[in-house]
């Protein structure tokens, strides 16, 4: 929910008078510094997603098929996941100040999770090659998607 307030204010002549004087100088000052240009805060999806285009730029600059393009990301994505869930393992590994039953039970847990996205990640690139050839893409646009893989 937006909540907006406006409140009116009615100063005295005089006072109007050298609060505007006194704006105009701090203003002066101001634009001697000004930049010009737009400053926009985006949220964490919104980071997100910009740096998902920025790291997918490769893909979608090839002259592969959409669904291939969609495919690669998607890979890239699972690849990331992984990527942080064997960052976590490697930081639980080397916390010692965790309880030791804690600390096992926690290492199974992501061990089971990087083995499940391991295997999802695996199917996923075999999917890709038969959907590639299942397609009839050249030799060359699957040499291609390959190196865009890693």
């Keep these: 929910m937006l909540n907006l307030s406006i409140q009116n204010v009615v100063s005295a002549p005089a006072q109007v008078s050298a609060a505007a004087e006194n704006n105009a100088s701090n203003q002066e000052k101001d634009n001697s510094k000004a930049q010009l240009g737009i400053h926009v805060d985006l949220s964490p999806l919104g980071l997100q997603k910009s740096k998902n285009a920025e790291r997918d730029k490769d893909i979608d600059e090839s002259e592969l098929p959409d669904n291939v393009k969609q495919a690669l990301k998607a890979i890239r994505d699972k690849q990331e996941e992984l990527e942080k869930k064997q960052q976590e393992l ?56 390959m190196a865009l893989i890693d």
């Design 90 to 145: 490697q930081q639980l590994m080397s916390n010692s100040a965790m309880p030791a039953e804690e600390k096992q039970e926690k290492l199974k847990a992501l061990q089971a999770e990087i083995s499940t996205l391991s295997r999802g990640l695996l199917d996923s690139k075999n999917n890709l090659i038969s959907s590639m050839q299942d397609q009839g893409l050249t030799e060359q646009q699957i040499q291609t998607a």
